[in-house]
C-alpha cells in the first residue's frame, strides 16, 4: 500500500521540479580587492552578488523538497559570496574615505 502512495508523490515531485523555471548559479561572482577597485568594478560586482544570490533565492524558492543540508549548503555559499563582496565594499570605502580627506 506505501508503495502505491510513493509512486504519485514521486511523480508529483518530478513534475514540480521540472516545472521551476531557476537553474543554480554554477560560477561565483568576481569580487575586486576593495583596496584598489575602481568604482565602475565594485558597481559590476555589486550586480553580480546581488544576481548570484537572487539566483540562489530562486533556486531554493522553487525546489521544496531539497535536502536541507544542501539547501543550508547553498544558502552558506550565497551568505559568504555577500559577505565577501562586502569586506571588499569596506576596503573600497575606506580607500575613498582616505583619499576624500588628504
Not at 571588499?88 to 588628504?102: C, I, P, Q, S, V
Request: glycine fraction near 2%.
Amino acid at each position: 500500500m506505501k508503495s502505491l502512495l510513493t509512486i504519485p508523490a514521486l511523480f508529483l515531485a518530478a513534475n514540480t521540479w521540472a516545472s521551476c523555471p531557476a537553474s543554480l548559479p554554477v560560477e561565483h561572482p568576481a569580487i575586486p580587492d576593495g583596496a584598489i577597485a575602481s568604482h565602475a568594478e565594485m558597481q559590476i560586482a555589486q550586480e553580480a552578488v546581488a544576481d548570484y544570490v537572487a539566483g540562489v533565492e530562486a533556486y531554493l524558492d522553487c525546489r521544496t523538497l531539497i535536502h536541507p543540508l544542501l539547501h543550508n549548503r547553498l544558502v552558506d555559499r550565497a551568505e559568504t559570496v555577500a559577505a565577501r563582496y562586502n569586506g571588499a565594499l569596506e576596503d573600497f570605502r575606506k580607500r575613498e574615505e582616505m583619499l576624500a580627506t588628504n
